[in-house]
């Protein structure tokens, strides 16, 4: 299996299955002399963990990282960083029954005939728990982008089935269990997911993430367009089926003297932009918005075929997110600091020499 790194100068290689005997990461290109704050790599592993509360999968896993290479004295050296977690609470068992059976809406008919093989053990390859390691070197990138230009990334949850959440509070957003930005729709999330818990079926979700502080001149012309990298990116996240950069698909209906970010000596008076322009970041907040369908993974019966093409009915058993969306904030997030470390790399070293220019002006409205 090609096409398992992610980045050009920031290279992220991740490897392992859901319910092999551990996950893993190799991190290349990461700057010498960063001092590695432990707490926040686990708290970031921690967020995206499966079990915190009866509305995700019941897999609890310890998600302790083990730090192998690339770090001496809690400083990165410049070599490659590499990252491993056990795989300490996978039920192999939960799955047999579907071994030489297609789940609709999943991977395995296209993997069977793409490779030829499959492992069947809660998706093996294509399961989410590949985002882990995304997440763990997501942290990286944060405290890189953080400590050398002030950027701070954060994300929220922005709908979850017919509930739209309004970002109320986006800073208590990490103290419920849905990523809510608005405490008061807590209780009302609570019983949304009860309930759809309580019928087998599932629902899909929106995220929103944000990137404050990003420096002007991020990104490429053309192919490497930072938009188009985010997009991409947003794109490789499991159940991913849609992605928006600032107004996104609202943009239809705008007019052009609605949409166009106007300037002023005193800053941009919008940012419908969600902070790129041509490709490149104007300095104003890089928002990205990223749909995520529903789990196809329910003990409800559906129709089906075997790896021999013989109609079935399929029961998925096993722990799954009743809505992948409640969990994908912190991996919206790690995709978010992966791509701005990289292009940030890529134009420190093209443009290195180039001088601070006249007319820059404050990032302005967000």
Request: hydrophobic residues 35%; charged residues 25%; contains cysteine.
């Amino acid at each position: 299996m090609s096409d398992n790194t992610f980045g050009k100068l920031f290279r992220v290689t991740t490897w392992g299955e859901s319910h092999g005997p551990a996950i893993g990461c190799v991190i290349d290109g990461c700057p010498p002399g960063l001092k590695l704050d432990p707490a926040m790599l686990a708290n970031d592993i921690d967020r995206r963990k499966t079990g915190k509360s009866r509305h995700t999968s019941q897999r609890k896993e310890a998600d302790q990282v083990q730090v192998l290479s690339g770090v001496f004295e809690g400083v990165t050296t410049g070599t490659p960083i590499s990252l491993l977690i056990e795989n300490t609470d996978a039920r192999s068992r939960d799955y047999s029954e579907i071994a030489r059976q297609f789940r609709p809406g999943h991977a395995d008919y296209t993997y069977w005939h793409k490779y030829g093989i499959r492992d069947y053990r809660g998706g093996g390859r294509s399961s989410a728990r590949e985002t882990t390691m995304r997440v763990a070197a997501g942290a990286i990138a944060k405290q890189y982008l953080a400590e050398k230009y002030g950027v701070e990334i954060r994300g929220y949850l922005q709908q979850i089935g017919p509930h739209v959440l309004a970002p109320k509070s986006i800073e208590t957003a990490n103290d419920n269990p849905f990523f809510c930005p608005d405490p008061s729709r807590v209780a009302e999330l609570e019983s949304f997911m009860d309930q759809l818990r309580k019928s087998g079926d599932s629902v899909g979700a929106a995220v929103v993430a944000e990137a404050t502080s990003v420096p002007v001149g991020l990104g490429e012309p053309v192919y490497g367009k930072l938009d188009g990298d985010l997009a991409a990116a947003m794109m490789s996240i499991n159940a991913v089926k849609g992605v928006e950069v600032g107004a996104g698909f609202d943009s239809v209906v705008q007019h052009g003297t609605e949409h166009r970010d106007e300037m002023t000596p005193s800053g941009f008076q919008s940012n419908h932009a969600g902070g790129v322009l041509g490709g490149i970041s104007t300095g104003q907040t890089v928002r990205v918005r990223v749909a995520f369908k529903p789990t196809s993974s329910l003990r409800i019966p559906c129709e089906s075929i075997d790896v021999d093409g013989k109609p079935i009915e399929v029961v998925t058993k096993g722990r799954h997110d009743p809505c992948v969306g409640i969990r994908a904030t912190p991996i919206v997030e790690a995709m978010l600091a992966l791509v701005l470390m990289d292009q940030v790399l890529r134009h420190r070293a093209q443009n290195l020499d180039v001088p601070e220019l006249p007319g820059r002006i404050p990032a302005g409205l967000e």
